[in-house]
């Protein structure tokens, strides 16, 4: 009963710094995105030759990517997705903190190159010293710092070609992917307004 009564009195108490405190503005919020290509490099340099450009190499869809949050050195599954038909994967909407992205090797192919990808700003805003584009190892780009705002691309997982023993359905269905748009997808922009609980006020979003 004194906990229910010691809560009750903390919640008017934040109710009433909320309704008098001058010149409160709401928090915007742009998160970030990380993305990349999964492909064949066929002469293995690491790097991923688009469509517009000397001989263009061949992208690999359906392959597993996933995302993970890191903290405390614990890894936490925050999202899985596959590559689309031109080897594209992107996770949207990522609230700032440091990251790790691990391909699912597929057995098809022979294991390549892995390319660090590039930080770019998505607001205009300087990218902060903070920010960091991570490390690559085997099959997995670690290390990731991402602030609000900013885009990680060109995370490339790249493969030599296909195993011996195996023909792909993949390889029959798939073309070299088109040059990205600017290098980075528009932003999605999210507002979030806090309020407290029990106060009379409500939680708004706004996306765009």
């Known amino acids: 009963m004194l906990s229910h009564c010691l809560s009750r009195r903390a919640l008017l108490l ?5 309704a008098t405190a001058p010149n409160v503005t709401a928090a915007v919020i742009t998160p970030g995105q990380l993305g990349g290509w999964v492909y064949v490099d066929r002469n293995n340099d690491g790097h991923l030759a688009f ?25 936490t599954l925050v999202s899985t997705l596959q590559t689309d038909n031109f080897g594209r ?16 090797q597929p ?18 805003a300087p990218i902060p010293p903070s920010a960091s584009a991570g490390t690559a190892g085997n099959n997995v780009f670690s290390n990731i710092v991402l602030p609000g705002g900013v885009a990680g ?39 979030f307004l806090l309020v407290a609980a029990g106060c009379g006020l409500v939680t708004t979003g706004r996306r765009r």
């Open 14 to 18: 934040v109710c009433a710094l909320l």
């Open 51 to 75: 469509s517009n450009e000397p001989n263009p190499e061949f992208s690999i869809g359906g392959v597993t990517v996933s995302l993970f949050s890191v903290a405390n050195n614990v890894e």
């Open 89 to 104: 994967y992107l996770f949207q909407n990522i609230l700032p903190g440091t990251y790790l992205l691990r391909e699912t």
């Open 107 to 124: 057995v098809e192919f022979v294991d390549g190159l892995d390319t660090l990808g590039i930080l770019q700003t998505l607001i205009g």
């Open 153 to 191: 691309d060109f995370y490339n997982f790249g493969e030599l070609g296909l195993a011996p023993g195996y023909a792909s359905k993949r390889q029959l269905l798939t073309s070299a992917p088109p040059p990205p748009l600017g290098g980075v997808p528009e932003p999605t922009t999210l507002l």
